[in-house]
């Protein structure tokens, strides 16, 4: 390795990961339903960052098969993402402690709770946030580390705020590591991130394009065939906005179409039953591209390419001095 290629080889500090250390400092985000699978996590896990299963939409059951089908395939780190919205949220937190997953990563809101779980089973519990104040709260509830999402990312917001203009004001008010998330795609994203104080980054829609991620190929091309223009805001059942890739389904949400769900399994703790947003998903993620919704980052138009975990990694760091 030359002077002029340096990897970074940064940990987590502020996680306890008994004996593991993740070699870069980044976190695949965990994306709902079923996008961020055993398969993606353990390939994030096996090249040098944490890896993660999202939960949010699983039964206890196919949650308890994932995390075990990751350990099978990896003995990095693991953890999982779920919706504090989900209402199932304590059931599947229990499910992934009791099977020794290495953290909890949280958003659309949070309760005490969850960080008491997770000091019974001396397990981080991470909370993504939008704000300094959120960030603070979280803090006070004994959250490990914060996740930093601006405006920019795919899936449910909490804010209509840039990510860069979030960030410094967090990183000064906490003493928590703080991690940035929401339209972070290239190296130089992480290099400016890393000079405001961040302890690491997370990303998911560059790893939705990865070999390893399990979607339908549907759903990837999608992806690559996305623009600027392509990019829309939606109003999710879980009561916060949503930014996703237009489609057929997407046009008909849009124009006002009624899609009130005809039968509901009370998947969340509230909804607004504008549509099932469970079911869209999951339409999307086994390559319905009319009927599904599929969510994505604001930047998804840079990313042209389907490449291994490794390989992106391996470009992401490449070059980025600590």
């Known amino acids: 390795m030359t002077e002029k290629v340096r ?8 996680i306890d990961f008994n004996g593991k250390i993740a070699r870069y400092p980044i976190i695949q985000g965990g994306m709902a339903v079923k996008i961020s699978t ?22 206890a059951e196919e949650l308890v ?34 099977e020794g997953i290495d953290l909890i990563v949280t958003g659309a809101g949070f309760s005490r709770d969850v960080f008491a779980m997770g000091r019974e089973f001396r397990t981080p519990v991470v909370s993504i946030v ?16 914060v996740v930093v999402e601006g405006k920019e990312a795919g899936g449910h917001l909490g804010t209509d705020k840039s990510l860069w203009q979030i960030l410094p004001e967090v990183v000064k008010a906490v003493k928590i590591p703080v991690i940035a998330a929401g339209g972070i795609l290239t190296r130089g994203d992480i290099k400016k991130a890393l000079g405001i104080g961040v302890a690491g980054v997370q990303m998911a829609t560059r790893f939705v ?5 399990e979607v339908h190929a549907n759903y990837k091309n999608l992806y690559l065939k996305a623009g600027t223009e392509d990019v829309v805001l939606i109003d999710s059942p879980v009561g916060l906005p949503g930014r996703a890739l237009k489609n057929r389904f997407v046009e008909r949400l849009l124009a006002g179409e009624d899609l009130t769900p005809r039968r509901c399994v009370n998947c969340l703790k509230k909804c607004r039953r504008n549509f099932c947003i469970m079911e869209a998903l999951e339409r999307a993620r086994q390559g319905d591209m009319e009927n599904g919704l ?13 490449k291994p975990v490794t390989e992106v990694i391996r470009e992401l760091f490449t070059g980025v001095e600590s």
């Open 38 to 59: 055993a398969g993606l996590a353990a390939a994030v896990a096996n090249a040098g960052g944490i890896g993660l299963i999202a939960a949010s939409g699983l039964t």
């Open 7 to 14: 990897l970074i080889a940064m940990s987590f500090p502020f």
């Open 294 to 306: 599929v969510f994505s980052g604001e930047r998804i138009g840079e990313i042209k390419d389907v």
């Open 65 to 98: 098969a994932e995390i075990k089908r990751a350990r099978s395939l990896s003995s990095g780190i693991i953890g999982i993402n779920i919706m504090f919205a989900v209402t199932r949220f304590k059931e599947l937190v229990l499910t992934a402690l009791r």
């Open 130 to 145: 939008s704000s300094a104040k959120l960030a603070k709260i979280a803090e006070s509830y004994g959250a490990a580390a």
């Open 209 to 213: 394009l990865t070999r390893e991620c």
